[in-house]
T-cell receptor
Framework: DIQMTQSPSSLSASVGDRVTITCRAS??????LAWYQQKPGKVPQLLIY???TLQSGVPSRFSGSGSQTDFTLTISSLQPEDVATYYC?????????FGQGTKLEIK | QVQLQESGPGLVKPSETLSLTCTVS????????WSWIRQPPGKGLEWIGY???????NYNPSLKSQVTISVDTSKNQFSLKLSSVTAADTAVYYC???WGGGANDLWGQGTLVTVSS
C-alpha cells in the first residue's frame, strides 16, 4: 500500500506568517490528493481536492500544489482561526490513506 | 442541504460486532459514493472503506476481514459492521460523502464507539 507522510508533525507560527505543510506519497498518485482541516473537537472539513482545487467556501489564503509524490498545502497569511490539525489523503486507488496529520498552533 | 447522521450503540463488548448506520437526509443516496472513516481518541484519521450506491464496496486491507459496508437505498441509509472488535477499535466513527472521485466533502458529526466489557 502507498504510505502518506506529512511534515512537520507540528508547527508553531505567528499571525500573518506564510505556512507550508508537506505531504509525500511513497508512490506516484497523480493529483488524487485532498487536504482537510480539523479544528479541535470538530469534524474534518475538506479544503482542497485534486491537489490544487479549492473547495467552495474555503478562504483563498489556502492553496495546494504538487503532483505524483510531493504535495504542499500553503496558508499565505496565517489567521488565528487556522489553528487546527491538517491531514492529506490520497484517493487514486484504495485504500484512501490519510497522512498522520500536522498540528498547527499560533506562536 | 444534504446532511449525514450516524447512529448506533456507543458501547460494544470485546469480540462482539460494532454496527452503525448513516442516514442521508436532504438528498438521494443514489448519486454518490459513501465512506466510513474513524479516529481513535487523540489520534489521526483512518479510512475504513467506501460504498457505491449500487452496492459495490472497497475496504481497507488492514480491516478487510472485519468490515462489511452495505446500503439500503429504500431508507437512504448505509451501514458499517465491524466484527470481533477489541479496545483498539474504540474511536469516533464518521460517515462521509465522496466528491470528485474520492475526497470527502460532507461529513456526519461522528459517533464515539467505546469497546469495553
Amino acid at each position: 500500500d502507498i504510505q502518506m507522510t506529512q511534515s512537520p508533525s507540528s508547527l508553531s507560527a505567528s499571525v500573518g506568517d506564510r505556512v507550508t505543510i508537506t505531504c509525500r506519497a511513497s508512490q506516484g498518485i497523480s493529483n488524487f490528493l485532498a487536504w482537510y482541516q480539523q479544528k479541535p473537537g470538530k469534524v474534518p472539513q475538506l479544503l482542497i481536492y485534486g491537489a490544487s482545487t479549492l473547495q467552495s467556501g474555503v478562504p483563498s489564503r489556502f492553496s495546494g500544489s504538487g503532483s505524483q509524490t510531493d504535495f504542499t498545502l500553503t496558508i499565505s497569511s496565517l489567521q488565528p482561526e487556522d489553528v487546527a490539525t491538517y491531514y492529506c489523503q490520497k484517493y487514486n486507488s484504495a485504500p484512501y490513506t490519510f497522512g498522520q496529520g500536522t498540528k498547527l498552533e499560533i506562536k | 442541504q444534504v446532511q449525514l447522521q450516524e447512529s448506533g450503540p456507543g458501547l460494544v463488548k470485546p469480540s462482539e460486532t460494532l454496527s452503525l448506520t448513516c442516514t442521508v437526509s436532504g438528498g438521494s443516496i443514489s448519486s454518490y459514493e459513501w465512506s466510513w472513516i474513524r479516529q481513535p481518541p487523540g489520534k489521526g484519521l483512518e479510512w475504513i472503506g467506501y460504498l457505491h450506491y449500487s452496492g459495490n464496496t472497497n475496504y481497507n486491507p488492514s480491516l478487510k476481514s472485519q468490515v462489511t459496508i452495505s446500503v439500503d437505498t429504500s431508507k437512504n441509509q448505509f451501514s458499517l459492521k465491524l466484527s470481533s472488535v477489541t479496545a483498539a477499535d474504540t474511536a469516533v466513527y464518521y460517515c462521509a460523502r465522496e466528491w470528485g472521485g474520492g475526497a470527502n466533502d460532507l461529513w456526519g458529526q461522528g459517533t464515539l464507539v467505546t469497546v469495553s466489557s
